[in-house]
């Protein structure tokens, strides 16, 4: 995938599947290849388990997107960032997404933006699984901390 600083991006993180500790470099990286226009993040922000994002929001200026856990063992904050990726592209400001995460469930989703003709970066830890990485136009791998 070419860099094209030029394009606009849609940063969509997921929270319970990407460790904070290097956000930084992970926004380094995608200014490679754009400029974020869009920086969310989703989560149940009442567990105790994604606090040590707090800071990072802060100092990145990216909007936490509030999404309760309504059972155990579903995954709400995925249809919530599911549901976010579809809004934003059909408002047409955006050129392609980074969907932030390590959770193979965004295989579909990755799919389904890149038919739109949107950029798909997929940013996620070496235990992403194949489909996922494969569904992207570039897949960049952060540490685990």
């Keep these: 995938m070419e860099t094209k600083k030029d394009l606009k991006l849609a940063v969509l993180i997921d929270a319970d599947n990407v460790p904070y500790a290097n956000v930084k470099e992970m926004f380094e990286e995608i200014a490679k290849y754009g400029t974020p226009t869009f920086k969310r993040i ?6 105790p388990t994604v606090s040590g994002w707090k800071n990072v929001l802060l ?7 509030q999404q309760y856990s309504y059972s155990v ?7 919530a960032l599911i549901i976010d990726a579809m809004d934003i592209l059909y408002t047409g400001k955006v050129d392609g997404f980074c969907i932030v995460s390590s959770d193979s469930d965004f295989t579909r989703l990755a799919t389904r933006l890149r038919e739109a ?15 996922f990485i494969s569904a992207c136009d570039k897949f960049i791998y952060i540490l685990k901390y």
């Excluded at 989703?42 to 567990?47: C, G, L, P, V």
């Design 42 to 47: 989703y989560a149940d922000w009442t567990k």
């Design 73 to 79: 063992g579903k995954n709400a904050t995925d249809s």
């Design 59 to 65: 100092e990145n200026a990216i909007t936490p997107i």
């Design 117 to 131: 003709g949107m950029k798909v970066i997929g940013i996620g830890e070496k235990k992403t699984l194949i489909p």
